[in-house]
Nanobody, 124 residues
Framework: QVQLVESGGRLVQAGSSLRLACVAS????????MGWFRQAPGRERDVVAA????????QYADSVQGRFTISRDNTKNMVYLQMDSLKPEDTAVYYC?????????????????WGQGTQVTVSS
């Protein structure tokens, strides 16, 4: 079992940067592949970025490629999402997720544990 808590979401203007953080507890963090997902009102929960256990493998949604960066610090049980050049369409609740599988995963069905989410709102 692992518990995940996200932080860092807030209201920002378009073009701004924001860093989300997710802290894990309850199990050996380095065993888990991690991902960031987001869900806007009336839309499905979609992957934003994913990272493998070591941080050596990452994948991004096309819509955030080149603007967002996922990283992790296994010594601190943390995973981060650096978001630059934010756009109004990035507005959503952002969720951190952990997978027991080995690899990099972009589908929500591969994830076993979820945080409660943090709201990011980008004004135009």
């Amino acid at each position: 079992q692992v518990q995940l808590v996200e932080s860092g979401g807030r209201l920002v203007q378009a073009g701004s940067s924001l860093r989300l953080a997710c802290v894990a507890s309850g199990s050996t963090f380095s065993r888990y592949a991690m991902g960031w997902f987001r869900q806007a009102p009336g839309r499905e929960r979609d992957v934003v970025a994913a990272i493998n256990w070591s941080g050596g493998g990452t994948q991004y949604a096309d819509s955030v490629q080149g603007r967002f960066t996922i990283s992790r610090d296994n010594t601190k049980n943390m995973v981060y999402l650096q978001m630059d050049s934010l756009k109004p369409e990035d507005t959503a609740v952002y969720y951190c997720a952990a997978s027991r599988y080995v690899g990099v995963f972009t589908t929500s069905s591969n994830y076993h544990y979820w945080g409660q989410g943090t709201q990011v709102t980008v004004s135009s």
